[in-house]
C-alpha cells in the first residue's frame, strides 16, 4: 500500500491538482493524479492481487478511492464478489467524482442486468446524499432503456433528499433520459414533484445538449417551474 501512495505523488501533477480541486470543492486531499494513470494503475493491481489491495486499500486520499472503485471494475470477478466489494466501498464515496469515475467504470452491470438493478435499490433508498447518487448515475449509464426507464422515473419522482448531487445527479439523468427515452421523459416533466431546482436545472441541462434539437429545447424550456 505504501508503495502504491508513492506511486501516485510520484505522478502528482500540481496544476491538475489545483484543477480538480476547484472541481470537487468538498474534497480535502488530492494528490493530483489524471484519471488515466489512476486507470492504468488500476489495471494493474487488477491483473496481480486485487484481493490484498481491496482488504487493506488505504482511504486517506481522493486518488486512493478511486484506485478502488476501478479495481473492482477491472477485477475478473463474479457479479456476487461484485457486490460483496461495492457494499464495503460505496458508503466510502466522498465526491461525484469518485462516485461516477466507478459507476462508468462498473462494466459487468451489461451482463447482470436484473442482478444489479436489484442490488441498487438499497442505495436509491438511502439516506446518504453519494449513496443516492450512486444509484442515481449507475441508472443514468446503464438503465435507460425501454425495460427500465419507467421505473426509473417513478424512483426520481420519490427523491425528497436535497443535498447538491443528489439534485445533479437526477438533473444529469433527466437530461439524458430525455435524449434516450424522450416521450416518457417529456412527460415526467410536465408533471412531478421535482423541486424547482431540480426541474430547471434539469431543463437548463436538456436545453445545453448538441443532441437535442432547438424545436424541443424551446419546447422543454416551458415546463420551468
Not at 472503485?69 to 457486490?83: C, P, W
Not at 466501498?89 to 469518485?98: C, D, G, L, Y
Not at 434539437?213 to 415546463?223: A, C, G
Request: aromatic residues 14%; proline residues 1%.
Amino acid at each position: 500500500m505504501e508503495d502504491i501512495r508513492k506511486k501516485l505523488f510520484e505522478l502528482q501533477d500540481l496544476k491538475y491538482k489545483e484543477f480538480h480541486s476547484s472541481l470537487c470543492p468538498n474534497v480535502d486531499k488530492i494528490i493530483g493524479v489524471r484519471t488515466p494513470k489512476l486507470k492504468e494503475i488500476a489495471k494493474q493491481i487488477a491483473k496481480e492481487d486485487y484481493k490484498e489491495f481491496l482488504q487493506n486499500a488505504q482511504d486517506e486520499y481522493y486518488e486512493e478511492l478511486v484506485l478502488q472503485g476501478l479495481v473492482i471494475g477491472y477485477a475478473k470477478i463474479s457479479i456476487e464478489d461484485t457486490f460483496k466489494y461495492l457494499e464495503k466501498f460505496v458508503p466510502k464515496i466522498n465526491s461525484w467524482a469518485v462516485c461516477d469515475i466507478t459507476c462508468a467504470n462498473l462494466k459487468i452491470t451489461k451482463k447482470y442486468m436484473n442482478e444489479m438493478w436489484k442490488f441498487l435499490e438499497k442505495y436509491i433508498n438511502s439516506d446518504k446524499e453519494y449513496e443516492i447518487r450512486f444509484a442515481l448515475v449507475m441508472y443514468l449509464d446503464y438503465f435507460l432503456t425501454d425495460e427500465y426507464i419507467d421505473n426509473i422515473l417513478r424512483k426520481i419522482d420519490k427523491i425528497t433528499n436535497k443535498e447538491y448531487y443528489v439534485q445533479m445527479a437526477i438533473a444529469w439523468l433527466v437530461s439524458i433520459a430525455y435524449i434516450k427515452q424522450k416521450e416518457k421523459t417529456e412527460a415526467f416533466l410536465q408533471n412531478n414533484k421535482l423541486d424547482k431546482f431540480t426541474q430547471n436545472k434539469s431543463i437548463q441541462k436538456i436545453c445545453e445538449s448538441y443532441r437535442v434539437s432547438n424545436e424541443d429545447k424551446e419546447k422543454v424550456r416551458k415546463y420551468k417551474k
